[in-house]
């Protein structure tokens, strides 16, 4: 359940709006944030907390649920 006031949706008007896993679109959004990361406008590197390899993600899992980690990459 979620209540907004009625006023702040009618006299800003704001509108409710979902998104689900950040709504990106790959083919649009990739292309953008390259340049930008290599730039070093998007830390991507911050929020990487480890690199695995792909016979790793049993493990990866198992410290993701755990809490150790945030992001992992997957170096294939």
């Known amino acids: ?8 949706i009618s006299a800003e008007e ?5 998104s689900y896993m950040g709504s990106g679109v790959p083919r649009r959004d990739v292309p953008r944030f390259i340049p930008m990361y290599r730039a070093g406008l998007l830390p991507v590197d911050l929020l990487r907390s480890s690199i695995i390899a792909l016979d790793e993600m049993n493990a990866a899992f198992d410290r993701l649920d755990r809490g150790e980690v945030a992001r992992q990459f997957i170096r294939f």
């Not at 359940?1 to 702040?8: E, F, Q, R, Y």
């Not at 704001?14 to 979902?18: E, L, N, W």
């Open 14 to 18: 704001r509108a409710p709006m979902g």
């Open 1 to 8: 359940m979620l209540g907004i006031p009625a006023l702040t």
